[in-house]
């Protein structure tokens, strides 16, 4: 008689497709993405040789409709795939994040036939890299500030204005654009060889170094009119539902992040002896270790449950809020933690928790800061309790 799954394996591998992906996702991040990590990271650059791998893999359209090439799961998928590689290096994962689901994602649930036939194909292969544009320089949280524009002309709309912090801006051959058409927000897939659109240089940053960032430029950029995503004055819909997954998918890379810190404070703690004794027999040391363990288990737990709950028919702002707003911190404190027990060695680039520490700064920025989700999380409560 075969004994019943525990509780803990069905919320965090609901199915037997879950539990392979995961056995794959893990197998792959320790034997190709682990290796390039520190590289990588050094170099500011993105592996991408090792991106188009996860083409092969069939990664890049993990929540895409397996009659339109995708892998036909689900969002517990996306956040099983966006932990396991965050494990690792969460620089690779925020490329994967920005392809697989700033635009892959995006794009395919407001995308028409015609569209999907010129795109789909090259970007869930890894041909074409690709990205988001939102964020302005005078417009990151308040979108509805953004002051990029398209006027149409003909059989183009003619675009002007800065992206800027995009991800993938590097490599990226086609990126998904919101401008206010009219004082309307709209989306545009804009290509690389569209006339009048250019990128800046690589932007240097903190963290998530094995992902480039880079402003995108249009100026008189012309865009056949095809490239219209839906209707104009549809892109806020459009990103508002995309931003569930995002938040969702960011809070999975924050949970990698301190999973895997705690494992590295355990073996070190174990193998490292101070006074006669394992650093693990010390008071000090067994919170950092406890409390750390704790608070993963417990952003884990509140990830996957909330993406039982999100799909393109099916919104939780609440709950991607939620989850986002606790998990991020976790990822930076426990990443702390770990080089607190480690020390010296933990602050040194010998060892990958330094880069992790680093790394997860940014989840509690992109995609959203702490503050917004706090704002969004009060306004929908309030909104609940007068219903």
Avoid at 75 to 87: D, R
Avoid at 174 to 183: D, H, I, R, S
Wanted: net charge negative; charged share 25%; aromatic share 8%.
């Amino acid at each position: 008689m075969t004994s019943a799954r525990p509780s803990s394996d069905l919320l965090f591998n609901p199915s037997e497709d879950h539990r392979m992906l995961r056995q794959m996702v893990a197998d792959f991040a320790r034997r190709e993405v682990e290796p390039q990590a520190a590289e990588h990271d050094e170099k500011g650059a993105l592996n991408v040789a090792l991106f188009r791998r996860l083409g092969e893999l069939g990664l890049l359209g993990i929540t895409i409709p397996e009659e339109d090439g995708g892998a036909g799961l689900d969002a517990v998928a996306a956040v099983i795939v966006h932990h396991e590689l965050s494990k690792y290096d969460p620089g690779f994962c925020l490329a994967y994040l920005a392809h697989s689901m700033l635009f892959v994602n995006n794009f395919y649930h407001c995308s028409n036939e015609e569209q999907r036939g010129r795109y789909l194909e090259k970007v869930l292969s890894g041909e074409w890299v690709a990205g988001m544009g939102m964020t302005e320089p005078g417009a990151g949280t308040d979108v509805m500030a953004m002051t990029s524009n398209a006027r149409r002309d003909g059989d183009n709309y003619i675009l002007n204005g800065t992206k800027t912090y995009i991800t993938n801006g590097c490599e990226g051959h086609c990126f998904l654009v919101y401008v206010k058409v009219e004082g309307r927000i709209s989306a545009f897939i804009v290509d690389r060889d569209c006339p009048g659109f250019s990128t800046s240089n690589h932007i240097d940053k903190l963290g998530m170094r094995g992902s480039t960032m880079a402003e995108l430029i249009f100026e008189e950029c012309v865009v056949p009119a095809q490239n219209l995503l839906g209707e104009e004055g549809s892109g806020l819909t459009h990103m508002m539902r995309n931003l569930e997954i995002e938040r969702l998918t960011l809070a999975a890379m924050s949970v990698g992040i301190a999973e895997r810190c705690v494992e590295i404070m355990v073996k070190y703690a174990q193998d490292r002896r101070a006074f006669g004794s394992s650093l693990n027999r010390f008071g000090q040391i067994q919170r950092y270790i406890g409390d750390g363990y704790g608070m993963t288990e417990a952003a884990k737990c509140l990830v996957y449950n909330v993406a039982r709950d999100i799909g393109p028919e099916q919104r939780n702002r609440i709950g991607s809020d939620a989850a986002k707003l606790f998990a991020a911190p976790v990822g930076k404190a426990v990443a702390d933690y770990a080089m607190q027990v480690m020390g010296g060695a933990g602050y040194c680039r010998e060892f990958p928790v330094e880069r992790l520490w680093r790394d997860a700064k940014l989840l509690e920025i992109g995609g959203g800061t702490l503050e917004a989700h706090q704002k969004n999380i009060t306004k929908d409560l309030t909104r609940l309790l007068a219903g």
